[in-house]
């Protein structure tokens, strides 16, 4: 049976099984390994904040996601493409390891990102 999203560990198990998959996509893996040449040990323990801040607000979480993605989409093209493999691939995490009311606004908020997102970037 799978439980709801409850906890830190929870969220921990979700963002490190999520950039598992993100790392192995065709689509948009090289972006973060190539492009960026993301930190792991870095970028992880920061996400597992963000996700803690939005869902349990624990306000642990210090950036700036828009500057970032803004900057990102200067070195490469970040499109609709790639946000949607991004949000397939968070959604299927989801929906594979969660089950609730917790996991529904987790894919209800990073859908929500994704448009504000994309919107920014294109604007
Ligand atoms: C195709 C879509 C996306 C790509 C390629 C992407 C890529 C990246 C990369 C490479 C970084 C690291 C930047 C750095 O530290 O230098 C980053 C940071 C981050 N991303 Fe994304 N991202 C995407 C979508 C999203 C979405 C939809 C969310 C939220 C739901 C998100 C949340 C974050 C956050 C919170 C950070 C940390 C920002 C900071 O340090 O201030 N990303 N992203």
Known sequence: MK???QNRADIE???????GKVQKSTIIGYIFNDIAQVDWDT???KM??????????????????????????KLTPITNTEFTEWLKLFNETVNELFE???AE??????GNIVKLLL???QS
């Open 43 to 45: 970028h992880l323990p």
């Open 48 to 73: 597992y904040d963000f996700w803690a801040s939005l869902l349990f607000s624990e306000y642990s979480f210090k950036g700036n996601p828009m500057q970032k993605h803004i900057a990102l989409s």
């Open 119 to 121: 919107h920014k970037i």
């Open 105 to 110: 606004e987790t894919k209800q908020r990073a």
């Open 3 to 5: 439980h709801d999203i």
């Open 13 to 19: 198990l979700l963002v490190n099984t999520f950039y």
């Open 100 to 102: 609730g009311e917790k």
